[in-house]
């Protein structure tokens, strides 16, 4: 069984800083993509950043340049940095994994319970 435990979330004025982190354990052989998405109230969840194993990341366009998604495979966790938040970026904020696992032998895609993230104007 595998587990996604995000951390960071909170209340940040617009224009503020917020690091989010997703730690994967569990029966683990490798994690290959990693990615955050996002799901505002009454909207359809979002890809926000997408990190592969080799750390080549791919950006929303409306996250480009403020915020920075990174990666330590030692520590099977993804981080968000988001820099200069608007409060259009508030939502729930949710981590997912692509996932090799041992016991059962599977490669399976893995989901966080979601870290809220507001933004107040």
């Known amino acids: 069984q595998v587990q996604l435990v995000e951390s960071g979330g909170g209340l940040v004025q617009a224009g503020g800083s917020l690091r989010l982190s997703c730690a994967a354990s569990g029966s683990i052989v490798v994690i290959y993509d990693m990615g955050w998405y996002r799901q505002a109230p009454g909207n359809q969840r979002e890809l926000v950043a997408s990190i592969t194993r080799g750390s080549s990341t791919d950006y929303a366009d409306s996250v480009k340049g403020r915020f920075t998604i990174s990666r330590d495979n030692a520590k099977n966790t993804v981080y968000l940095q988001m820099n200069s938040l608007k409060p259009e970026d508030t939502a729930v904020y949710y981590c997912?994994?692509?996932?090799?696992?041992?016991?059962?032998?599977?490669?399976?895609?893995?989901w966080g319970q979601g870290t809220q993230v507001t933004v107040s104007s």
């Open positions: 997912s994994a692509r996932i090799q696992t041992r016991i059962p032998p599977s490669i399976d895609n893995y």
